[in-house]
Structures are given as C-alpha cells and as structure tokens.
C-alpha cells in the first residue's frame, strides 16, 4: 500500500492556491467569504446533506 506524504502534498496544494491567487485574488477572495460565511451558518458542512 502506497502511503501519501502530506506535508509534502499540503506543500503543492498551498503553492497552488498561491499561484490561483497572484491570478485571480478576487476568486479567492470570494472562496474565502463562502467558506467564512459557511463557518458561520454550518450550512455547508458535511451534516447538511
């Protein structure tokens, strides 16, 4: 069985987000208000479904 390194993987998915960002900071701007606003209500958690 194959064991994923997830510091490392955290590493490219940060670095990922990084690059969206310097794109497009509105869209992650946007991401990060959906998410905050979810945190919020917890419609939009695992539960609600």
Do not use: F
């Amino acid at each position: 069985m194959y064991m994923m390194d997830w510091n490392k993987y955290r590493h490219q998915v940060v670095a990922g987000v990084g690059s969206l960002a310097r794109l497009t900071p509105e869209t992650i701007k946007g991401y990060s208000a959906m998410g905050a606003a979810g945190a919020k209500t917890a419609n939009l958690d695992g539960a609600s479904r």
